[in-house]
Nanobody
Framework: QVELVESGGGLVQAGGSLKLSCAASGSLSRATLMGWYRQVPGKQRESVALVTASRRYSYGDSVRGRFTLSRDYTENTMYLQMNNLKPEDTAVYYC?????????????WGQGTQVTVSS
């Protein structure tokens, strides 16, 4: 079982930066995939940045080169550094972890944090 708590969202002007944090309670040693998704009203949740257990990183086309996913293994925390933000980055951002429980996989989500980018 894992609980995820995001922080760091807010209002920023276009071109600015924000850093989101995701603090995990519980062990992430059996995480097979983790990262960040985002969602705007009326649209499907989309992948922003993901990292596998073998530390392969992937980014959405719209954020590649601007966003950076990182993880502090000692603090059990994951970050999303967002630079050169654009109004189209406005969304609720969710932290995500997929855990291997041995008998199956389970997905865990944070409560979400709002990011608003003004033009």
């Amino acid at each position: 079982q894992v609980e995820l708590v995001e922080s760091g969202g807010g209002l920023v002007q276009a071109g600015g930066s924000l850093k989101l944090s995701c603090a995990a309670s519980g062990s992430l040693s059996r995480a097979t995939l983790m990262g960040w998704y985002r969602q705007v009203p009326g649209k499907q949740r989309e992948s922003v940045a993901l990292v596998t257990a073998s530390r392969r990183y992937s980014y959405g086309d719209s954020v590649r080169g601007r966003f950076t996913l990182s993880r502090d293994y000692t603090e059990n925390t994951m970050y999303l550094q967002m630079n050169n933000l654009k109004p189209e980055d406005t969304a609720v951002y969710y932290c995500y972890v997929k855990l291997d429980h041995g008998v199956g996989f389970a997905d865990y989500w944070g409560q979400g944090t709002q990011v608003t980018v003004s033009s």
